[in-house]
């Protein structure tokens, strides 16, 4: 600073030299002589009593910005000696590259882990939504406010299926951010993403809305996603999404980049969403969702066409598990899901969006399709099953016992749909999820699997008994698979 006031010296000193040589200072305008060597130049300067700039979002930014708060975690983790990154780093950064990347380890030892995030307060008694990835496995928790206090956050509860965790600070009165209507968010609207990146402190970074809606990304289980191309960078997570208004409209979670920084492709779940997550997370402690027993595949054109659907719409039920609410009320394999509750189904992902965010027990009206007729099939909804109750399921002949990968018994219609002659026997792999090792072994979505060891599998009964034999062998599962009529092996 002292630098620069130096330069404005010499230069009002050149000045008062000039005068004095000829040159005239008049109401804002320096005229030279008639001896001098430039030509004439005028300054128009702005009316001093003028307001700030018309076209801006600081109206917004002053309401919103001391809401939103720095997080900061740490826990006791095992790592291969040799690793020396001390340096704080964001949970979702880490999810894609790892702490142990561009190093070299031996023998674990433990060290503290420290990481960095963003946070919501979302009441005035101290409530904070951030998210799960964020304190996820964390032993503390702090959290620091816009007014550069740092107050110790205690973990309400958080759902990892949508990423959502509610955390919960000691002091009143705080500066909270009131909750929009992100169904009401629309493409092109103006977005503000207001959060920590690199442990900067509030930094706000502006954008427009770029969809809405956005699933199947395999970055979590349920996602309902805001795209947006405000700036997003390692340390927003967790942060704000606010509307032009000044709304929160979305908590701030992942990046699509290929260099680990923002390439104007970010996603924020969206705040509706979220509050429901939060609405069952203080009156329970945890969430519960709705289940109906069904697995899906998405209507493509040539299924539409091979089922005698005039438009490609709705969700395939590509299996029915044994004993659920869908079984029960009379789902069956092959049916066409096309509406719930009256309301359109647009794809898959929003079918099984909308019914694990209704509660157990609630009773839905589907709308299917069934041999080129439209019916009418009420199910009550039964609660999601754990993880150990699923596999369970699965194990029973219910799903695929692959995991990550769903799979359905190969009927002559969708034989046809595939190109693949009618008396084609298998199992079509209807789901796989990116991040499973059969998808990292080269097993795609629409792969044929005709063998499991050399077994031939013709449904997915004979499927699900030959990979329990291979896992009680110890054993990789072996697959013979048909890929648009050429076959190959694949070892999982």
């Given at each position: 600073?002292?630098?620069?006031?130096?330069?404005?010296?010499?230069?009002?000193?050149?000045?008062?030299?000039?005068?004095?040589?000829g040159?005239l200072?008049?109401?804002?305008?320096?005229?030279?002589?008639?001896?001098?060597?430039?030509?004439?130049?005028?300054?128009?300067f702005?009316?001093?009593?003028?307001?700030?700039?018309?076209?801006?979002?600081?109206?917004?930014?002053?309401?919103?910005?001391?809401?939103?708060?720095?997080?900061s975690?740490?826990?006791?983790?095992?790592?291969?000696?040799?690793?020396?990154?001390?340096?704080?780093?964001?949970?979702?950064?880490?999810?894609?590259?790892?702490?142990?990347?561009?190093?070299?380890?031996?023998?674990?030892?433990?060290?503290?882990?420290?990481?960095?995030?963003?946070?919501?307060?979302?009441?005035?008694?101290?409530?904070?939504?951030?998210?799960?990835?964020?304190?996820?496995?964390?032993?503390?928790?702090?959290?620091?406010?816009?007014?550069?206090?740092?107050?110790?956050?205690?973990?309400?509860?958080?759902?990892?299926?949508?990423?959502?965790?509610?955390?919960?600070v000691?002091?009143?009165?705080?500066?909270?951010?009131?909750?929009?209507?992100?169904?009401k968010?629309?493409?092109?609207?103006?977005?503000?993403?207001?959060?920590?990146?690199?442990?900067l402190?509030?930094?706000?970074?502006?954008?427009?809305?770029?969809?809405?809606?956005?699933?199947?990304?395999?970055?979590?289980?349920?996602?309902?996603?805001?795209?947006?191309?405000?700036?997003?960078?390692?340390?927003?997570?967790?942060?704000?999404?606010?509307?032009?208004?000044?709304?929160?409209?979305?908590?701030?979670?992942?990046?699509?980049?290929?260099?680990?920084?923002?390439?104007?492709?970010?996603?924020?779940?969206p705040?509706?969403?979220?509050?429901?997550?939060?609405?069952?997370?203080?009156?329970?402690?945890?969430?519960?969702?709705?289940?109906?027993?069904?697995?899906?595949?998405?209507?493509?054109?040539?299924?539409?066409?091979a089922?005698?659907?005039?438009?490609?719409?709705?969700?395939?039920?590509?299996?029915?598990?044994?004993?659920?609410?869908?079984?029960r009320?009379?789902?069956?394999?092959?049916?066409?899901?096309?509406?719930?509750?009256?309301?359109?189904?647009?794809?898959?992902?929003?079918?099984?969006l909308?019914?694990?965010?209704?509660?157990?027990?609630?009773?839905?009206?589907?709308?299917?399709?069934?041999?080129?007729?439209?019916?009418?099939?009420?199910?009550?909804?039964?609660?999601?099953?754990?993880?150990?109750?699923?596999?369970?399921?699965?194990?029973?002949?219910?799903?695929?016992?692959?995991?990550g990968?769903?799979?359905?018994?190969?009927?002559?219609?969708?034989?046809?749909?595939?190109?693949?002659?009618?008396?084609?026997r298998?199992?079509?792999?209807?789901?796989?999820?990116?991040?499973?090792?059969?998808?990292?072994?080269?097993?795609?979505?629409?792969?044929?699997?005709?063998?499991?060891?050399?077994?031939?599998?013709?449904?997915?009964?004979?499927?699900?008994?030959a990979?329990?034999?291979?896992?009680?062998?110890?054993?990789?599962?072996?697959?013979?698979?048909?890929r648009?009529?050429?076959?190959?092996?694949?070892?999982?």
């Open positions: 600073m002292s630098n620069v006031w130096t330069r404005s010296r010499r230069a009002f000193a050149l000045l008062i030299t000039s005068a004095a040589l040159a200072v008049v109401a804002g305008a320096v005229v030279h002589s008639s001896t001098g060597a430039n030509p004439p130049a005028s300054f128009q702005a009316d001093p009593h003028e307001g700030p700039s018309r076209n801006s979002f600081a109206p917004v930014v002053k309401k919103t910005l001391p809401a939103v708060v720095n997080i975690t740490s826990k006791i983790v095992k790592t291969p000696t040799g690793f020396s990154g001390e340096m704080p780093m964001d949970p979702f950064f880490r999810r894609f590259f790892g702490d142990e990347f561009g190093n070299s380890f031996n023998a674990p030892r433990e060290r503290r882990e420290r990481s960095l995030g963003s946070g919501v307060i979302v009441s005035r008694e101290g409530y904070i939504l951030t998210n799960n990835h964020v304190i996820d496995g964390a032993t503390d928790i702090r959290v620091t406010l816009s007014d550069k206090r740092e107050l110790k956050a205690r973990l309400i509860g958080a759902d990892a299926k949508t990423d959502i965790a509610v955390l919960k000691d002091a009143a009165n705080l500066p909270f951010m009131v909750l929009g209507d992100s169904s968010a629309q493409v092109g609207d103006f977005v503000l993403a207001i959060g920590n990146p690199f442990g402190g509030g930094t706000v970074t502006m954008g427009i809305i770029s969809a809405t809606g956005r699933g199947n990304l395999g970055i979590e289980d349920y996602e309902d996603f805001i795209q947006t191309d405000a700036p997003i960078n390692p340390g927003n997570s967790g942060g704000a999404l606010v509307n032009d208004r000044g709304e929160l409209i979305g908590i701030n979670t992942a990046i699509l980049s290929r260099s680990g920084g923002n390439q104007g492709v970010g996603f924020a779940v705040i509706n969403l979220a509050r429901t997550v939060t609405d069952q997370i203080l009156k329970t402690g945890h969430v519960t969702r709705g289940y109906l027993g069904i697995m899906l595949q998405p209507v493509t054109p040539a299924i539409a066409k089922f005698g659907l005039k438009e490609a719409q709705g969700a395939l039920v590509a299996d029915v598990e044994p004993n659920s609410p869908a079984q009320s009379g789902v069956e394999k092959g049916d066409i899901i096309l509406a719930v509750n009256g309301k359109a189904v647009t794809d898959v992902n929003q079918l099984r909308s019914i694990s965010m209704m509660a157990p027990g609630s009773a839905v009206d589907l709308k299917v399709f069934r041999n080129g007729a439209d019916r009418e099939i009420r199910a009550e909804l039964g609660e999601m099953p754990s993880k150990q109750e699923r596999a369970s399921l699965e194990n029973n002949g219910s799903g695929g016992a692959l995991d990968v769903d799979v359905q018994d190969l009927t002559p219609e969708t034989a046809g749909a595939l190109h693949l002659p009618p008396q084609t298998g199992v079509v792999v209807t789901r796989i999820d990116p991040a499973s090792e059969a998808a990292g072994s080269g097993l795609q979505e629409g792969d044929v699997i005709q063998e499991v060891n050399h077994q031939p599998v013709r449904n997915s009964t004979d499927f699900n008994r990979l329990r034999q291979s896992a009680q062998a110890g054993k990789p599962s072996l697959l013979l698979v048909d648009q009529g050429t076959t190959l092996f694949i070892a999982v």
